[in-house]
């Protein structure tokens, strides 16, 4: 099975699905190898990868908490932070950062889920990039239904600087992660991962983690390179990324993704 993040890794600076990405998976599709997104996108970004790839896959959506059938448009699991814990997380968010804003990231049964408003931040919240399904509401409703992330905003900060004064507080309580230096963290239920949302598709497919050949570019794909049987990390990925990787393809931008999927399937 091959398994890839998809901003910085399988998508180029552009947000495109290159010609040559679309023919090396299109490759290894057609000889009957299970392709699967592992991304931090929730399910409603995923259109834009489908449409480019010109093939719906399953996904590992939300950082590994959702499981989201792409072609039926279906999410099959989810795995959700409760209202007590994201009041809890929010209080010590805010004492540990001063000046952070809240979100939260939740999911319906479907991508397009319209029942479900599907991301609130408060009034503090500045986006670290263009999301205009958001809808901005006031602090405590943020917090008031389960989640599948809690996203904690401080604008001007480093997200490893957040993630250093954070995880010591947190514990146990919720996984801490981020796929972005600009100051974004986000919190899933414990022991939740793009590495555990995998080992569900992969039981799911009958297919041994040795067998897996995982790609990404950030702390929240460390998980996912570690546990898969080929680990690699794009020329352009964060040193941690790198340090949990067997291999460094080239760039996102330099099709890196099907530079390595063409020793096998083109």
């Known amino acids: 099975m091959v398994a890839t993040d998809v901003d910085g890794t399988l998508i180029d600076r552009e947000e495109r699905v290159t010609a040559r990405t679309k023919a090396a998976v299109g490759a290894l599709i057609a000889d009957g190898v299970p392709f699967v997104l592992a991304t931090g996108r929730p399910p409603r970004w995923i259109d834009p990868v489908v449409q480019g790839l010109g093939y719906a896959p399953l996904c590992v959506c939300g950082n590994g908490a959702v499981i989201y059938d792409s072609a039926a448009d279906r999410v099959l699991t989810s795995m ?63 917090i008031d239904a389960p989640a599948i992330k809690m996203l904690i905003r401080l604008p001007g900060a480093r997200s490893s600087d957040m993630r250093t004064v954070l995880a010591p507080l947190i514990g146990e309580r919720a996984d801490i992660t981020y796929s972005t230096e600009h100051g974004l963290i986000e919190l899933s239920a414990p022991g939740i991962t793009k590495a555990a949302g995998l080992a569900v598709v992969a039981q799911r497919l009958g297919v041994d983690a040795s067998t897996i050949v995982a790609f990404g570019d950030m702390p929240n794909d460390v998980p996912m390179l570690t546990m898969a049987g080929h680990g690699v990390a794009m020329r352009n990925a964060h040193p941690e990324a790198i340090a949990a990787a067997d291999e460094v393809a080239e760039s996102n931008s330099d099709d890196g993704v099907a530079r390595i999927l063409e020793r096998w399937w083109v």
């Open 80 to 142: 959700t932070l409760d209202v007590p814990t994201l009041a809890w997380l929010a209080d010590v968010a805010e004492r540990a950062l001063p000046g952070c804003g809240l979100a939260a990231e939740r999911v319906g049964e479907s991508a397009h889920d319209a029942v479900t408003p599907q991301f609130v931040s408060s009034p503090q919240y500045e986006h670290a990039w263009l999301n205009p399904d958001d809808t901005s509401v006031a602090r405590e409703e943020v």
